[in-house]
């Protein structure tokens, strides 16, 4: 139980298969974690990395079949392998610990992280991610409710305003002598 709610906490108090962080391909489990110390010394980032500069990637093998074949990893700066121009590429390798770490200078823009683990059959995964980007996405998540609030507010109050009794209860409380 206390293994169990460490791996919880690390990953945001969320549970792992709910962590949009996490990569499955059958039974393989992998999780990129992105940190940028000189942003902000204990933010853990994901797809969306805030700022421009350095940045550190951690990838952490979750299944320990994943520790005993060799995982290799490219990033690329764009949204398409074929396309892209690659600015790293760490070549297959063991990776007993089930860690694989890679520090490097991200400009704005979109980059696509493949993680190609050699086993049979081989397990590609793709992290897509952006750097210094709005996420129009969660932008409008973030506005429709108030909005929507803000448009059932002035419906009501209109109608009220409209409406035969609160105009009888003005003319009363205007009748009235103080």
Not at 132 to 148: C, I, S
Not at 154 to 176: E, G, H, P
């Amino acid at each position: 139980m206390a293994l169990h709610t460490s791996t919880v906490g690390a990953h945001g108090k969320v549970a792992m298969e709910e962590d949009n962080c996490m990569r499955r391909i059958g039974e393989n489990m992998i999780h990129l974690s992105a940190y940028q110390p000189q942003v902000d010394k204990e933010g853990h980032y994901c797809t969306d990395i805030p700022k421009a500069g350095n940045a550190i990637l951690v990838i952490d093998l979750v299944d320990p079949e994943l520790r005993d074949i060799p995982v290799g990893v490219k990033i690329i700066r764009g949204s398409n392998a074929t396309e892209g121009e690659a600015i790293t590429s760490l070549r297959p390798a063991l990776y007993e610990d089930g860690v694989i770490s890679t520090q490097n200078v991200l400009d704005q823009g979109k980059y696509l992280v493949l993680i190609t683990a050699e086993g049979l059959p081989p397990l590609n995964y793709e992290y897509h991610l952006r750097v210094e980007m709005v996420n129009y996405a969660n932008v409008f998540r973030a506005t429709v409710g108030p909005a929507v609030g803000l448009l059932l507010a002035t419906i009501l109050i209109y109608k009220l305003l409209r409406s035969r009794r609160f105009k009888n209860w003005l003319v009363s409380r205007r009748a009235k002598p103080n």
